[in-house]
């Protein structure tokens, strides 16, 4: 969960008391996605009548980016971040809710890690680089080393609800070299252009070629076994 992070979209796009920006919670959910976050942005459902693109909106939902909230948002967004010891990018202060019973001192250390303050200029918002640059080494941290993946994979699998984003970069290149195939493509060639864009070998990640059919299979990938060769279907189901 460390990788997840929360946008307060009224504070990151409020225009001014009557109109949220759409665009600027878009650039925010691309912006964090850069640095290999996993943003969704929390929005009170009465504040929807302040959208200035309802299309745009609706997308950003679709795609599991923006969650309606009926709760009061400025308390669901400190709930979902401190249980999930997450990041929350806002630059409230949450004067009130700190002097609620329920604020204890564990949650004001979260705070002063976790809370992400924005600079808003000219109409445009920014999280610094020196920001930026702390959040990705944080992921990175928390990215599963290469033997780590490996004795998961060959010890039971690797569980569907890790997240793409904690594998190891050879293991997000492989799941792309599949996506880019229109087509089937044999464990063998796959091998051979993992070995080349990383140094890596499927055999490195998984032990063997049914370790790998079984960790795909549990990504929503069809495999296939034909006269000794394993096929992986391009496109994930």
């Not at 650039?27 to 745009?56: R, S, T």
């Not at 400190?78 to 202060?93: G, M, P, R």
């Not at 250390?109 to 610094?128: L, M, Q, T």
Request: aromatic share 8%.
């Amino acid at each position: 969960m460390k990788r997840k992070v929360y946008i307060d979209g009224a504070n990151v796009a409020h225009e001014n008391k009557k109109t949220i920006r759409i665009s600027r919670i878009e650039k925010m959910v691309h912006d964090l996605q850069k640095v290999g976050a996993e943003p969704e942005v929390l929005i009170q459902k009465y504040k929807c009548n302040q959208l200035d693109d309802k299309d745009a909106a609706d997308k950003l939902i679709e795609e599991g980016l923006m969650t309606i909230v009926k709760h009061n948002d400025d308390i669901m967004l400190i709930t979902c971040a401190y249980e999930t010891d997450s990041f929350l990018v806002t630059n409230d202060k949450y004067v009130k809710e700190r002097k609620q019973p329920w604020w204890t001192p564990g949650m004001e250390v979260w705070a002063s890690d976790k809370i992400i303050r924005y600079e808003s200029i000219s109409g445009d918002i920014f999280i610094p680089l020196d920001v930026q640059h702390r959040l990705m080494l944080d992921f990175k941290e928390h990215e599963m080393s290469i033997p780590d993946f490996k004795a998961h994979a060959t010890n039971g699998g690797v569980s569907p609800n890790i997240s793409l984003e904690e594998f190891p970069e050879s293991v997000k290149e492989m799941l792309k070299l599949i996506q880019e195939k229109s087509d089937e493509i044999t464990y063998a060639a796959l091998g051979s252009q993992l070995k080349t864009a990383t140094g890596y070998k499927p055999n490195d990640l998984f032990g063997n070629a049914k370790h790998a059919a079984r960790f795909l299979e549990s990504r929503g990938y069809s495999t296939t076994h034909n006269e000794g060769n394993t096929y992986v279907k391009g496109v994930a189901a």
